[in-house]
């Protein structure tokens, strides 16, 4: 049983072009979150989804970024225009149920923004 | 305030100290709790769950309390491979705290 996959391991954007990560969740789970994590920083909460629904986007940015996670195939998160602030490593998780589940990370995407 | 909260340290220890960290949550409907391993530049690794008062898994002892809204980690006999990033995240929604480091020196 493979892990949570995610892919490109890094990625490298010119500023204003558009970047997209994938994960694919642990098989059988269906429920996705997605993180950012400065250097020497914590794991941000960006957004939780379950398949075709985000359940909570809270800490997204208003702009540029958007999720998704559809009925087949990976998670994916967009992120338009790159910046060099969106410079950063961003991590998903995948669980098998909401409440009371654990959750088990992919390897991360080192996105730079150059 | 955030939701879950951690003393960021770092806890410099010498090899086979006991070390304990705390976090503190604000959301009282959170139904489990977690603690999760980093290593540097590493995705985050399951340590323990928490789902009521506590867990035990060898030098690792997890407890929660859940009148004062917080969960510690008890490392015992520290060892030089203990040097990481404690996390602890709780749901729901999965929320983690900046984390606590950890170094255990010889």
């Known amino acids: 049983n493979a892990g949570v996959m995610q892919n490109p391991r890094h990625l490298v954007r010119r500023r204003g072009q558009e970047a997209r990560l994938r994960c694919s969740p642990m098989?059988?789970?269906?429920?996705v979150y997605w993180y950012r994590q400065l250097p020497e920083e914590g794991l941000k909460f960006m957004v939780y989804?379950?398949?075709?629904?985000?359940?909570?986007e809270s800490g997204m940015p208003k702009e540029r970024f958007s999720a998704e996670f559809p009925k087949e195939g990976p998670s994916i998160l967009r992120i338009q225009q790159v910046v060099r602030g969106d410079s950063a490593a961003y991590f998903c998780?995948?669980?098998?149920?909401?409440?009371?589940?654990?959750?088990?990370f992919g390897q991360g995407t080192r996105l730079t923004v150059v | 305030r955030k939701e879950v909260e951690q003393d960021p340290g770092p806890f410099n220890v010498p090899e086979g100290a006991t070390v304990a960290f705390n976090c503190t949550y604000s959301?009282?409907?959170?139904?489990?709790f977690f603690w999760y391993r980093q290593d540097c530049r590493k995705e985050p690794k399951l340590l323990m769950s928490?789902?009521?008062s506590g867990n035990e898994d060898g030098r690792f002892t997890a407890q929660l309390n859940r009148a004062s809204q917080y969960i510690s980690l008890l490392i015992r006999d520290s060892k030089l491979s203990d040097s990481a990033t404690y996390l602890c995240?709780?749901?729901?929604?999965?929320?983690f705290g900046a984390g606590t480091r950890l170094a255990v020196h010889p």
């Open positions: 998780a995948s669980s098998p149920r909401d409440q009371n589940a654990e959750a088990f």
């Open positions: 098989k059988g789970h269906s429920h």
């Open positions: 989804l379950q398949k075709e629904n985000i359940i909570d």
């Open positions: 959301n009282s409907a959170s139904q489990s």
């Open positions: 928490v789902y009521s």
């Open positions: 995240g709780g749901y729901n929604k999965l929320i």
